[in-house]
């Protein structure tokens, strides 16, 4: 099993699957204007401490408001609607094909091999999405050109691990089985969706790669030498952002982009005066951590710099360590999704699925506007962007990093290390009933 | 000073007050054109069939007097039987949005002056998205004035007159409103008494009839009025003859300007505690917008936002092929036609407002929906860049009413593409396209096809003369295949991406680039929009 959350590559599809993509030989209607071109599907990896500052601090600035709160119940979020730079993969075309083949025979090996490279697009964050509509997946524009304006579409949000088996032990019998007790929740929905629309399908969207991703990050924390050239990179990153002057900007960036603040000879050549670190500076320090990540981190996804950065810092400056999700808790299917304003409501428009008659935090399903689905289908957007753009940006990804804390060495002589460990205390506490 | 002279200086002073989501001025002229003679004994054309209506038919002691009264009277504000808001949004600027000496949105800077929008309170199941009606169905706008008596202590918001704006369900469109006191109040400026009595003022568009008015057979703003024990006075126009609500709502619709990430001045969760000394009831309704966790409420503006586009779409599709703003309009029941409804394909009519957030506003570089299949990504923007900041962009009413136009049939989509790709670096303020719009409108009749063949046909002609022709021929050859109807166009519109994409990553992105372009982009808001539409926000960061 791949753990590692690392960019896959889309490799090359079946000769027969291209063969058919763009070789439709329907008549050209001038509203139909055939398919839209897509470009690169995900941004680019940085590997440079500066530059992940920069992304740190928006990262920390978007969520500003619900830090200290979300650190004081042991938890952290993200949101689940990807970045911009992330698009749809172009495997839904080859998906889509697949769809209209399965009639005529058993493909589903040839989807096993074409959901292995949908891992490029949407559904970077621990969670994954789906436009559906009468049980079918739309995500692309060519499966959205074939429905009505009567179909209600939706948007099938899951945050259930890929490699989570459940009591079937089986990771795709899990999916299908929860697919098809889903079914019934969807509107007018003809046939049992796919797994993917149940269960993740990305190994990235692992929880072997979230164990990996913080025992990395926390394992990096008795490296005094990457704690120094991070501390110094946000230093020179804060009187960057704090000069107007495009040319004091290019000389910082000179100095310190790309080169080894931990040496003491480059950090005087920088020629700032040294302060003391504020909170909000320890954790941007701490967020870098995911570009060294031992078997690498994301540099631009929501999710990875937040988790890398506070298990880094609860390790470097709490000394706590981080047990495995699966001996925490062997049942935990994935981090839940709640709301991003309000995380006891989830967007207008969403629900939970029911599971055993009980609102189930990992599969959210949410109805999209008949008019926003006409706009988007005429403007030759995928559904999927529609279900990103309406819905992914409000719906959070919660992670209880605090019940994996062991704590029996913890310090707590800052008060980051008071809040965390109280947090973790408090989710580590038995849960009071309520979502699955 | 005389009641009628308190009430018509403070008339003069929110004449052009312009509050988000509702913007009607102040007070009703009492000796208006005819106002304040009885024509009718009962309210039963008054109302329209909103919610207004629906509480206040047959219960003329209703009528709020101020903004408490009416959260009492329809369930909302800080009435709202919602556990999670209370729907109060709140936006902090350091204006007043009162009337200047020379402008007609003055925007001398102020102390924080918080405004609000209450909108309906949507108490029905959340996950039913049809629910939002339940918001944008009612709206209401409280604006800050800087006389308020306690106001040096940051009591600042006034209570009334309430502007509120209320869907039509038969219509489609949004009713105005105006209520404050019946009687004017010794104390203006101050918290009116218990018990104080209402009226409430209509405002609306409606034919001139009247052979010796000016306007005769043109579209006039009319105002009437009721209170209890009165009958509703003649329809009148407003002071001057002056368009009220739709000096700013030129459309009709709802407005938010920064109806976008980060929502700047907006209580957003990226802004959340109001860095001003508030006090009082504005310190009240101020938090009921910020996160309280400990009952679990916040307004949040990234919450208005869908209400607002949900609010705006609906208002220009309407719910049956008859109502809303494009049916009515095109049938002529509102002001301008199709050549107006081209006015937001080719030109613009209201603006929305972009700020740099995690990344650079990508209209400065390229217009979206020209590049929307493409791989461009916005450049992003770190630290605490305020370049630009308010940057004028193309609203989403403007792009709403394109794309009814084109489910309509009266535009095709490769039509509307061809028109995005005529200047495809600048999705407003584009004199490539707007000059086009008097032509492409002269002798338009309403007949669908016809309205895409004249738009085909005019920009066929200027193929031969594109100013890029030779510079971008990627560019030229796509709008020409958009443009000819019955074939494909994949290759062309690949090539023509490619050519976008090296053009936009040529494009400088420095501060001092954006300046420029920010700064363009500003004159000319202020030289179209500024005595006319959509109410200019402070424009220049502090």
């Given at each position: 099993?791949?753990?590692?959350?690392?960019?896959?590559?889309?490799?090359?599809?079946?000769?027969?699957?291209?063969?058919?993509?763009?070789?439709?030989?329907?008549?050209?209607?001038?509203?139909?204007?055939?398919?839209q071109?897509?470009g690169?599907?995900?941004?680019?990896?940085?590997?440079?401490?500066?530059?992940?500052?920069?992304?740190?601090?928006?990262?920390?600035?978007?969520?500003?408001?619900?830090?200290?709160?979300?650190?004081?119940?042991?938890?952290?979020?993200?949101?689940?609607?990807?970045?911009d730079?992330?698009s749809?993969?172009?495997?839904?075309?080859?998906?889509?094909?697949?769809?209209?083949?399965?009639?005529?025979?058993?493909?589903?090996?040839?989807?096993?091999?074409?959901?292995?490279?949908?891992?490029?697009?949407?559904?970077?964050?621990?969670?994954?999405?789906?436009?559906?509509?009468?049980?079918?997946?739309?995500?692309?524009?060519?499966?959205?050109?074939?429905?009505?304006?009567?179909?209600?579409?939706?948007?099938?949000?899951?945050?259930?691990?890929?490699?989570?088996?459940?009591?079937?032990?089986?990771?795709?019998?899990?999916?299908?089985?929860?697919?098809?007790?889903?079914?019934?929740?969807?509107?007018?929905?003809?046939?049992?969706?796919?797994?993917?629309?149940?269960?993740?399908?990305?190994?990235?969207?692992?929880?072997?790669?979230?164990?990996?991703?913080?025992?990395?990050?926390?394992?990096?924390?008795?490296?005094?030498?990457?704690?120094?050239?991070?501390?110094?990179?946000?230093?020179?990153?804060?009187?960057?952002?704090?000069?107007?002057?495009?040319?004091?900007?290019?000389?910082?960036?000179?100095?310190?982009?790309?080169?080894?603040?931990?040496?003491?000879?480059?950090?005087?050549?920088?020629?700032?005066?040294?302060?003391?670190?504020?909170?909000?500076?320890?954790?941007?320090?701490?967020?870098?951590?995911?570009?060294?990540?031992?078997?690498?981190?994301?540099?631009?996804?929501?999710?990875?710099?937040?988790?890398?950065?506070?298990?880094?810092?609860?390790?470097?400056?709490?000394?706590?360590?981080?047990?495995?999700?699966?001996?925490?808790?062997?049942?935990?299917?994935?981090?839940?999704?709640?709301?991003?304003?309000?995380?006891?409501?989830?967007?207008?428009?969403?629900?939970?699925?029911?599971?055993?008659?009980?609102?189930?935090?990992?599969?959210?399903?949410?109805?999209?506007?008949?008019?926003?689905?006409?706009n988007y289908?005429?403007q030759k957007k995928?559904?999927?962007t529609?279900?990103?753009d309406?819905?992914?940006?409000?719906?959070?990804?919660?992670?209880?990093?605090?019940?994996?804390?062991?704590?029996?060495?913890?310090?707590?002589?800052?008060?980051?290390?008071?809040?965390?460990?109280?947090?973790?205390?408090?989710?580590?506490?038995?849960?009071?009933?309520?979502?699955? | 000073?005389?009641?009628?002279?308190?009430?018509?200086?403070?008339?003069?002073?929110?004449?052009?007050?312009?509050?988000?989501?509702?913007?009607?001025?102040?007070?009703?002229?009492?000796?208006?054109?005819?106002?304040?003679?009885?024509?009718?004994?009962?309210?039963?054309?008054?109302?329209?069939?909103?919610?207004?209506?629906?509480?206040?038919?047959?219960?003329?002691?209703?009528?709020?007097?101020?903004?408490?009264?009416?959260?009492?009277?329809?369930?909302?504000?800080?009435?709202?039987?919602?556990?999670?808001?209370?729907?109060?949004?709140?936006?902090?600027?350091?204006?007043?949005?009162?009337?200047?000496?020379?402008?007609?949105?003055?925007?001398?800077?102020?102390?924080?002056?918080?405004?609000?929008?209450?909108?309906?309170?949507?108490?029905?199941?959340?996950?039913?998205?049809?629910?939002?009606?339940?918001?944008?169905?009612?709206?209401?706008?409280?604006?800050?004035?800087?006389?308020?008596?306690?106001?040096?202590?940051?009591?600042?918001?006034?209570?009334?007159?309430?502007?509120?704006?209320?869907?039509?369900?038969?219509?489609?469109?949004?009713?105005?409103?105006?209520?404050?006191?019946?009687?004017?109040?010794?104390?203006?400026?101050?918290?009116?008494?218990?018990?104080?009595?209402?009226?409430?003022?209509?405002?609306?568009?409606?034919?001139?009839?009247?052979?010796?008015?000016?306007?005769?057979?043109?579209?006039?703003?009319?105002?009437?009025?009721?209170?209890?024990?009165?009958?509703?006075?003649?329809?009148?126009?407003?002071?001057?003859?002056?368009?009220?609500?739709?000096?700013?709502?030129?459309?009709?619709?709802?407005?938010?300007?920064?109806m976008q990430?980060?929502?700047?001045?907006?209580?957003?969760?990226?802004?959340?505690?109001?860095?001003?000394?508030?006090?009082?009831?504005?310190?009240?309704?101020?938090?009921?917008?910020?996160?309280?966790?400990?009952?679990?409420?916040?307004?949040?503006?990234?919450?208005?936002?869908?209400?607002?586009?949900?609010?705006?779409?609906?208002?220009?599709?309407?719910?049956?092929?008859?109502?809303?703003?494009?049916?009515?309009?095109?049938?002529?029941?509102?002001?301008?036609?199709?050549?107006?409804?081209?006015?937001?394909?080719?030109?613009e009519?209201?603006?929305n407002?972009a700020?740099?957030?995690?990344s650079l506003p990508l209209e400065l570089f390229v217009d979206k929906d020209a590049a929307g299949p493409s791989s461009i990504t916005p450049p992003?923007?770190?630290?605490?860049?305020?370049?630009?900041?308010?940057l004028p962009i193309r609203s989403t009413?403007d792009k709403e009413?394109e794309s009814?136009?084109?489910?309509?049939?009266?535009?095709?989509?490769?039509?509307a593409m061809?028109v995005r790709l005529?200047d495809d670096e600048n999705d407003i303020?584009s004199?490539?396209?707007?000059?086009?719009?008097?032509?492409?409108?002269?002798?338009?009749?309403?007949?669908?096809?016809?309205?895409?063949?004249?738009?085909?046909?005019?920009?066929?002609?200027?193929?031969?003369?594109?100013?890029?022709?030779?510079?971008?021929?990627?560019?030229?050859?796509?709008?020409?295949?958009?443009?000819?109807?019955?074939?494909?166009?994949?290759?062309?519109?690949?090539?023509?991406l490619?050519?976008l994409t090296?053009?936009f990553?040529?494009?400088?992105?420095?501060?001092?680039?954006?300046?420029?372009?920010?700064?363009?982009?500003?004159?000319?808001?202020?030289?179209?929009?500024?005595?006319?539409?959509?109410?200019?926000?402070?424009?220049?960061?502090?």
């Open positions: 099993m791949n753990l590692v959350r690392n960019i896959s590559v889309l490799g090359l599809v079946g000769a027969a699957l291209l063969a058919g993509v763009g070789c439709s030989s329907a008549a050209v209607d001038d509203s139909d204007d055939g398919d071109t897509t690169a599907a995900t941004p680019g990896q940085n590997d440079i401490v500066f530059e992940q500052v920069k992304t740190c601090d928006n990262l920390f600035k978007d969520r500003a408001a619900f830090r200290d709160a979300d650190l004081q119940e042991g938890v952290l979020r993200w949101k689940c609607g990807d970045v730079g992330v749809i993969s172009k495997c839904e075309d080859n998906l889509a094909l697949l769809a209209a083949e399965e009639a005529k025979g058993n493909v589903t090996q040839e989807r096993r091999a074409a959901l292995s490279e949908c891992g490029n697009g949407y559904g970077q964050e621990y969670c994954e999405y789906n436009a559906v509509s009468k049980g079918n997946v739309v995500n692309g524009v060519k499966t959205a050109a074939a429905l009505k304006d009567s179909d209600v579409v939706q948007c099938v949000f899951t945050s259930v691990q890929s490699d989570f088996e459940g009591k079937l032990g089986d990771t795709e019998k899990f999916a299908d089985d929860l697919a098809a007790k889903i079914k019934p929740q969807l509107v007018a929905a003809e046939r049992v969706p796919e797994g993917r629309v149940a269960a993740m399908k990305q190994g990235v969207n692992s929880r072997g790669a979230a164990d990996t991703l913080i025992n990395d990050c926390a394992n990096l924390a008795p490296d005094t030498k990457l704690a120094k050239d991070a501390e110094r990179q946000v230093q020179c990153y804060n009187a960057w952002s704090k000069t107007s002057s495009p040319a004091e900007k290019a000389k910082l960036e000179s100095k310190c982009k790309g080169v080894d603040l931990s040496s003491d000879a480059n950090w005087a050549a920088v020629g700032i005066s040294p302060t003391a670190l504020t909170d909000a500076d320890s954790d941007l320090a701490a967020c870098t951590m995911v570009l060294k990540a031992k078997h690498g981190g994301v540099s631009w996804r929501n999710s990875d710099p937040t988790i890398c950065a506070r298990s880094y810092r609860a390790a470097h400056e709490c000394n706590v360590n981080f047990k495995q999700i699966g001996t925490v808790a062997p049942t935990f299917p994935g981090f839940s999704m709640q709301g991003w304003t309000n995380r006891d409501t989830l967007p207008t428009g969403c629900k939970y699925a029911t599971l055993d008659s009980a609102p189930y935090a990992n599969v959210v399903i949410c109805t999209a506007g008949a008019q926003d689905v006409k289908r005429t995928p559904l999927q529609l279900c990103r309406k819905f992914g940006v409000n719906v959070a990804m919660q992670a209880p990093i605090g019940a994996l804390a062991n704590l029996s060495a913890a310090k707590e002589e800052t008060p980051f290390c008071k809040a965390f460990v109280a947090g973790a205390k408090h989710a580590q506490s038995p849960a009071p009933s309520g979502k699955q | 000073m005389s009641s009628l002279g308190k009430r018509l200086g403070l008339a003069l002073a929110l004449a052009t007050a312009a509050a988000t989501a509702v913007a009607c001025g102040g007070p009703v002229d009492e000796d208006g054109e005819s106002g304040g003679e009885a024509i009718s004994g009962d309210d039963s054309t008054f109302y329209g069939n909103d919610r207004v209506g629906a509480i206040l038919k047959g219960h003329p002691e209703l009528i709020p007097a101020s903004f408490d009264q009416y959260e009492k009277v329809f369930k909302v504000g800080r009435e709202c039987a919602r556990k999670d808001s209370k729907e109060i949004f709140v936006v902090e600027e350091s204006q007043t949005r009162l009337a200047g000496p020379r402008e007609l949105h003055e925007v001398t800077q102020t102390k924080l002056m918080p405004r609000a929008v209450i909108s309906g309170c949507n108490t029905g199941d959340l996950s039913d998205p049809t629910t939002v009606k339940n918001s944008y169905g009612l709206f209401a706008a409280l604006i800050s004035d800087p006389n308020m008596n306690d106001s040096p202590k940051g009591d600042t918001m006034r209570m009334w007159p309430l502007e509120v704006i209320a869907l039509d369900n038969t219509t489609g469109l949004y009713n105005f409103y105006v209520f404050e006191p019946a009687e004017f109040p010794n104390d203006p400026e101050g918290v009116l008494p218990e018990g104080t009595k209402g009226r409430v003022t209509r405002v609306y568009r409606s034919i001139e009839t009247r052979k010796d008015k000016a306007g005769f057979g043109q579209f006039n703003v009319f105002e009437k009025r009721l209170e209890a024990g009165k009958a509703v006075t003649a329809e009148a126009q407003p002071i001057g003859g002056g368009n009220r609500c739709f000096n700013c709502h030129v459309n009709g619709a709802p407005l938010m300007n920064e990430d980060p929502w700047t001045n907006w209580v957003s969760f990226k802004k959340t505690l109001p860095s001003a000394q508030m006090s009082g009831p504005t310190q009240k309704l101020v938090s009921e917008a910020v996160p309280n966790a400990s009952v679990g409420t916040s307004s949040l503006a990234n919450d208005l936002e869908p209400i607002m586009r949900s609010a705006i779409q609906n208002y220009v599709f309407g719910t049956t092929r008859t109502n809303g703003w494009a049916n009515t309009t095109l049938a002529g029941g509102l002001p301008g036609g199709i050549s107006h409804m081209l006015e937001s394909v080719f030109c009519t209201e603006l407002y700020s740099a957030s995690q992003p923007s770190f630290g605490d860049d305020k370049t630009p900041f308010q009413r009413t009814w136009l084109i489910q309509k049939k009266f535009l095709s989509a490769p039509t061809a005529l303020f004199p490539a396209r707007c000059n086009l719009l008097p032509e492409i409108t002269k002798d338009l009749g309403n007949d669908p096809s016809k309205v895409d063949e004249k738009i085909r046909t005019v920009l066929t002609a200027k193929l031969a003369s594109l100013p890029f022709a030779t510079t971008q021929p990627k560019r030229a050859a796509y709008i020409k295949s958009l443009l000819t109807v019955g074939i494909r166009r994949e290759v062309a519109q690949r090539e023509y490619d050519e090296k053009r990553e040529a494009a400088p992105k420095t501060d001092a680039a954006v300046k420029v372009k920010e700064k363009f982009r500003k004159a000319r808001a202020r030289e179209k929009f500024n005595t006319r539409s959509t109410p200019l926000p402070i424009l220049d960061a502090k």
